[in-house]
């Protein structure tokens, strides 16, 4: 009887935890613009400023626009309106990302 009660005590402290983690690992799963930005430029096989390049470039802007912008970004992660539609535009083209190469199952292994 001491048994099945430390059995009953086990799983439902093993139901707590897992809800708890999967709560706390939730945010992980939403990919921002900063993480897509990344991933593309990863897909793509070029840097961030590769990509503020050729945003700014489809948009017409000048190399010193595009550079201030990049600055501006890596200082405060703010992306500028034209790289934003870049990204919706490119979006995903089927290609491999980072995180899927790292974690096959789509989000990190839990501790």
């Known amino acids: 009887m001491t048994a099945l009660l430390i059995y009953i005590a086990l ?3 093993f139901a707590l935890g897992k809800v708890v983690l999967e709560k706390r690992l939730a945010p992980l799963d939403a990919a921002d ?5 990344g991933d593309l430029a990863f897909s793509m096989d070029c840097s961030v400023y590769d990509l503020f390049a050729r945003a700014g470039a489809a948009w017409n802007f000048s190399k010193a626009k595009t ?3 990049f600055r501006d970004y890596v200082h405060s992660d703010r992306i500028p309106p034209y790289l934003h539609e870049f990204l919706q ?3 995903h083209s089927g290609q491999q990302t980072y995180q899927e190469l790292l974690y ?3 989000r ?4």
């Open 108 to 111: 990190p292994p839990y501790l």
């Open 89 to 91: 535009h490119e979006g």
């Open 67 to 69: 550079d201030a912008d």
């Open 33 to 37: 613009d900063q993480r897509r930005l």
């Open 11 to 13: 799983a439902l402290v």
């Open 104 to 106: 096959p199952g789509g």
